[in-house]
T-cell receptor, first 113, second 114 residues
Framework: NAGVTQTPKFQVLKTGQSMTLQCAQDMNHNSMYWYRQDPGMGLRLIYYSASEGTTDKGEVPNGYNVSRLNKREFSLRLESAAPSQTSVYFC????????????FGEGSRLTVL | GDSVTQMEGPVTLSEEAFLTINCTYTATGYPSLFWYVQYPGEGLQLLLKATKADDKGSNKGFEATYRKETTSFHLEKGSVQVSDSAVYFCALTRVDGSNYKLTFGKGTLLTVNP
């Protein structure tokens, strides 16, 4: 009963390095999301995918790219990490028929030095 | 665009105290409203929701009523416990297929002391 699984849970990068955060879900949900959480800022949407094969920008997409590899997987890539991208990243899913509820992973804590 | 404003924390209470966390929203149409809770080191999870005006959502002793006239969805609990210590987020979205995004408030940290 895994739900939404994010990897890695922790990562430290140097400025300019690249990395990919992975998200996989076993709930057969259509929509998937990437949020970042920063103190005093709440949750901000980076990118989302309403269904397999589509992706759209959220509030703060600059510096990120995403891939909806298939219905189960939605990855977030940082091509050239910056200290401003130090954050906790959450993947979430939303099902169809839609109840509006999001199902979250446990988060990935990223530090960029 | 849609927005959610919730009271800033942190909120510190003693066990068995009454809790209110205020939440107001701005949105066109008829959104659904949610409260999510985030326990330390975990992701967010749905606490309760309401889908239309005057609906009351409830769960684990928490309640919130969808008030369209005041555009509010305040979270209340009559007697908090230490285990309720967490960050609480108010949120809204539409479930008619017109908007796949959830709009969150900034969160309110609640600490309950024994």
């Amino acid at each position: 009963n895994a739900g939404v699984t994010q990897t890695p849970k922790f990562q430290v990068l140097k400025t300019g390095q690249s990395m990919t955060l992975q998200c996989a879900q076993d709930m057969n949900h259509n929509s998937m999301y990437w949020y970042r959480q920063d103190p005093g800022m709440g949750l901000r949407l980076i990118y989302y995918s309403a269904s397999e094969g589509t992706t759209d920008k959220g509030e703060v997409p600059n510096g990120y790219n995403v891939s909806r590899l298939n219905k189960r997987e939605f990855s977030l890539r940082l091509e050239s990490a910056a200290p401003s991208q130090t954050s906790v990243y959450f993947c979430a899913t939303r099902r169809k028929p839609d109840t509006g509820e999001l199902f979250f992973g446990e988060g990935s804590r990223l530090t960029v030095l | 665009g849609d927005s959610v404003t919730q009271m800033e924390g942190p909120v510190t209470l003693s066990e068995e105290a009454f809790l209110t966390i205020n939440c107001t929203y701005t949105a066109t149409g008829y959104p659904s409203l949610f409260w999510y809770v985030q326990y330390p080191g975990e992701g967010l999870q749905l606490l309760l929701k309401a889908t239309k005006a005057d609906d009351k959502g409830s769960n684990k002793g928490f309640e919130a009523t969808y008030r369209k006239e005041t555009t509010s969805f305040h979270l209340e609990k009559g007697s908090v416990q230490v285990s309720d210590s967490a960050v609480y987020f108010c949120a809204l979205t539409r479930v008619d297929g017109s908007n796949y995004k959830l709009t969150f408030g900034k969160g309110t940290l609640l600490t309950v002391n024994p």
